[in-house]
């Protein structure tokens, strides 16, 4: 999957009516596929007369996005990235942000305000990469990516040596001490407990390997 949204780590200002109450954490799921996604991020924190906006990608990183330019008229939201030929207009309905972003071609997305509970689930929004290990010779990296929506997770699964990426999770879980996923796509499920600062558990695809997760760097 090519990469959608990059960038750097600095900020630009927005300009709109604080009354309109527009701040927090927006994020939504944009198709690429009819089966596959990834998720778009807006932060939008009050600034002077207006906001500060901040962009993000999390099933491709963690670095914040920097937006060339910035409006808010009314309850229409306009922002672009010059570098990456991207650019994003949706209207704002209560908790709801719905627009079309158009980076080489037009895409519907909705994007909804997260709330307290999903505020809370942000300490668990990470990639994690491990190697499975097929022979003495041989071994397979894997990276686990998981963002935070309104309600949930939308997770995926990048395979680097295969040049697969965005490969769908179903079902995601996640605690203190335990981590599994499957994903119907490639018939595989894993399940982990956290020791010594990373997952250790078992990749069944066909067969059990061990498969340990850490924190990618």
Same mark, same amino acid.
């Given at each position: ?24 954490? =927006? /994020? !939504?799921?944009? $198709? ?8 778009? !991020? ?6 002077? @007369? %207006? ?47 719905? !627009?079309?972003?158009? @980076?080489?071609?037009? /895409? ?7 709330? @307290? ?10 990639? =994690? ?21 309104? %309600? %949930? ?8 040596? @295969? ?21 119907? /796509? ?6 982990? $407990? =956290?020791?010594?600062? $990373? =997952?250790? !558990?078992?990749?069944?695809? %066909? ?11």
């Amino acid at each position: 999957m090519k990469s959608i949204i990059f960038g750097s780590a600095l900020l630009l200002g927005s300009f709109g009516s604080l009354a309109e109450g527009y701040q927090g954490q =927006w /994020r !939504g799921v944009l $198709q690429l596929t009819p089966e596959s996604g990834i998720v778009l !991020g807006v932060k939008l924190t009050p600034a002077g @007369q %207006g906001y500060q906006l901040v962009l993000f990608s999390p099933n491709q990183h963690d670095q914040p996005i920097e937006p060339s330019s910035v409006s808010i008229a009314g309850d229409v939201l306009t922002f672009s990235v010059d570098a990456l030929s991207a650019r994003f207009e949706g209207r704002f309905n209560g908790d709801s942000l719905t !627009g079309i972003f158009t @980076q080489g071609r037009e /895409r519907p997305v909705t994007l909804t305000r997260l709330g @307290q509970a999903d505020l809370a689930s942000l300490q668990n929004e990470q990639q =994690w990469a491990g190697d499975l290990v097929l022979s003495k010779n041989a071994s397979l990296p894997l990276v686990l990516n998981v963002a935070v929506i309104a %309600g %949930g997770y939308h997770v995926t699964l990048d395979s680097p040596k @295969q040049q697969s990426f965005g490969i769908p999770v179903d079902e995601f879980s996640v605690s203190a001490q335990q981590l599994s996923f499957s994903s119907s /796509r490639i018939n595989a499920s894993y399940q982990g $407990q =956290w020791h010594q600062d $990373q =997952w250790q !558990g078992t990749f069944v695809q %066909g067969q059990a390997v061990p498969l340990n997760l850490k924190k990618k760097l």
